[in-house]
């Protein structure tokens, strides 16, 4: 069996956006109902190319030629919630998106400032006044089916997370991520999504996010693990 992630997906500019390759991912295998799936990225997604999925026992890996991409397994841990923000309290805080310049990747599908705008993105999170949070907000569009991929809710699950840091100054990569989607948002209608920095260590960022729709009603949740490139270094996971 082989997977591929089209070329419009990117996060840096010759590799998938995490988050997207990670849902696309975690559709390969399944596992019990209450137990999330978990994403670890090796190395960067190529887009455009062919990649062999092994199916094992407990995990699914996914493969380039002889260059693991990815390994996909049941989350062991809790999937923790952000608590939401309103829709105004979310647009307040875009005003104070620090992408506009100096972004690590600026041509990302999800949150790149060079991309013109389509299916509700770019997403442009920022700092939530008087909290330690970041939030944007989401209008997505339908696919063919009148649905919004799951893939896509992954990926405003996760660049906001990006954004609970400094990544302008310290430009840091998707590494690991697990979901929890509860139910699809709906096209055409404003969502809202907040991120929280829940621990720093070294390189390393632990960070959660949720989605959640005008009212407040939690729509999908997840937890993620960012590492920081190395000064310099921007082509990477995504």
Same mark, same amino acid.
Request: charged share 20%; net charge negative.
């Given at each position: ?64 030629? @002889? ?9 062991? %841990? ?41 299916? %509700? ?25 009148? @649905? ?91």
């Amino acid at each position: 069996m082989d997977v591929r992630i089209g070329g419009a997906y990117n996060g840096p500019a010759h590799s998938a956006n995490g988050g997207y390759a990670c849902g696309v991912f975690a559709g390969l295998a399944s596992f019990p109902e209450a137990t999330p799936p978990a994403v670890t990225l090796h190395t960067p997604p190529p887009l455009q190319t062919d990649l062999e999925v092994r199916a094992g026992a407990r995990r699914t890996q996914v493969w380039h030629g @002889e260059r693991l991409i990815a390994t996909i397994g049941p989350e062991a %841990g809790k999937v923790e919630e952000v608590e939401p923000v309103t829709v105004t309290e979310a647009k307040q805080a875009e005003s104070a998106f620090e992408g506009w310049q100096g972004h690590p990747f600026p041509t990302c599908f999800v949150c790149g400032v060079e991309r013109a705008p389509s299916g %509700g993105f770019p997403v442009t999170p920022g700092k939530v006044g008087g909290r330690d949070l970041v939030a944007c907000t989401w209008t997505p569009e339908a696919d063919d089916d009148g @649905e919004v991929p799951i893939a896509l809710v992954w990926s405003v699950l996760d660049c906001p997370g990006g954004w609970t840091g400094d990544p302008v100054r310290e430009p840091m990569v998707l590494g690991r991520m697990s979901a929890i989607v509860h139910r699809r948002p709906l096209p055409g209608r404003t969502h809202v999504i907040v991120g929280r920095l829940r621990r720093r260590h070294g390189r390393t960022a632990n960070v959660g996010t949720a989605l959640y729709d005008e009212t407040g009603g939690l729509l999908a949740k997840a937890a993620s693990v960012w590492i920081a490139l190395d000064s310099g270094k921007r082509e990477e996971k995504g």
